[in-house]
């Protein structure tokens, strides 16, 4: 089992930016992927961006141009920046872990929210 302890979001006027960090332990195979998904009230969870282990990386649409996902390999670390942050960006963002098939490795936490003002 792969446990994470994410940290950072909070509350930023729109325009603004916040990062998000993660770090996950247990026994994580190789390739992987580590990303956040975020959920809005009201809406399905969805992928906000994503690292591979072979270093490629994936954003929604809607985050290109704005946020920068980042990893450590070695300390099985992933980063979320996120600037030029809008309304609705808001959500609760969590962090996961995946292996070559797609599969989750860890439980979903409480997440982290991020709320942007207008």
């Known amino acids: 089992q792969v446990q994470l302890v994410e940290s950072g979001g909070g509350l930023v006027q729109a325009g603004g930016s916040l990062r998000l960090s993660c770090t996950a332990s247990?026994?994580?195979?190789?390739?992987?992927?580590m990303g956040w998904y975020r959920q809005a009230p009201g809406k399905q969870r969805e992928l906000a961006a994503a690292?591979?282990?072979?270093?490629?990386?994936r954003y929604a649409d809607s985050a290109k141009g704005r946020f920068t996902i980042s990893r450590d390999n070695a300390n099985n670390t992933v980063s979320l920046q996120m600037n030029s942050l809008k309304p609705e960006d808001t959500a609760v963002y969590y962090c996961?872990?995946?292996?070559?098939?797609?599969?989750?490795?860890?439980?979903w936490g409480q997440g982290t929210q991020v709320t942007v003002s207008s």
């Open positions: 247990g026994s994580i195979p190789s390739p992987n992927g």
């Open positions: 690292a591979i282990s072979s270093g490629s990386t």
């Open positions: 996961n872990v995946w292996d070559k098939t797609g599969s989750f490795l860890a439980s």
